[in-house]
């Protein structure tokens, strides 16, 4: 038995520690899934059977187990914020440990495309979601998490300065796409300046503390009640760390929705947010305005967009390539992607004075 199935088998077991001998009394197949819309997670499912002649078991028929943990060490439960039930966690110490085993949900879900992206509704209920999260952060006495969440905690920097020139050369492949479009684009490479990154970060949790943010907030990791608008489940936290409060809503923004309903319809999208915020809050006070709250926006914008500009330079091949979306839609796909990423550009170009 090879070490990856044994590390499986042993996160199955103590997800149900009522069972005793559990894989006596119950038949286990396990599926790696192919997810073409992610490229940072392996992901299997694992498929459960009562053993013939064993009676009285209450488990679940699938169950999915990724190699994530330290967002469900903490929390286990949010209102107004759905994830997963999560059945059991494992903390990462040596090869062959850690990971989560979770509820299946996708008998009862969708998913979204990168394009064209969110409707209206949906992202009202985002908005309403991460305002959910947000007041649990803002009125939970026990700050204990920040300390697994803060950049380089645990050894692990998601935005470290390698990060950063990696993300700026990927970006800089959009030029050979479309030079007339895209050959400004040394002119925002002080976005992915290390330096720069870490003082608006360093301001923006000073201003507003124990934030967490999700971190990779794009159409894959949203899952949507089947036949509605509404939110099923936020998934995927690997990358979670302590920021910006408005850090995932610009993820979820300048990804899912085209260039010009963005641009009208951002401070729109921030007085909701605002409003469930605040009604959400003990005594409706979140400890911050609705002005500070778009000047947290400005000053993360370009932060956090360099990751969006990023991840819209490999979508755009992922579709070039047919690794995902469909045939007769590539070239409308990618260059609806190339206006959100000249947005984005545009957006960054004009806030340079304020940084400099």
Known sequence: MNTRLKHLLRLLENSFP??????????TEFE?????????????????????????LDIPDTVFIKKENLFYKHFSAIPNFPFPKVYFTENVQEEGTGGIVAENLSDRIYELEHIPGLNHEQVLRLMEAFAGFHSHLIGREDKSYV????????????WSEEMQKRMFDEVLTLETKNPELFGRIQKIK???DYEKKNKAQSQAISDIPGIICHGDMNVTNMLWKKGSNDLAAIIDFQMAFIGSITFDIVRILTLGLDRDTRKSKTEKYLEHYYEILCGLCNGGKPGFSLE????????IFPFATNFSLFGISIYIRMYTEGTIGKADKVESNCEELMDRARGIIEDIEGMEKDFN
């Open 292 to 299: 500070e709250l778009y000047r947290q926006y400005n000053l």
């Open 32 to 56: 790696k899934l192919e997810n073409a819309k992610s490229f940072w997670s392996d992901i299997y499912v694992a498929r459960l059977k009562k053993k013939d002649g064993v009676e009285g």
């Open 147 to 158: 300390e697994d969440f803060q950049e380089g905690a645990h050894g692990r920097e998601n």
């Open 18 to 27: 009522g069972i005793e001998h559990f894989h006596e009394k119950v038949i």
């Open 190 to 192: 002080w976005a992915y």
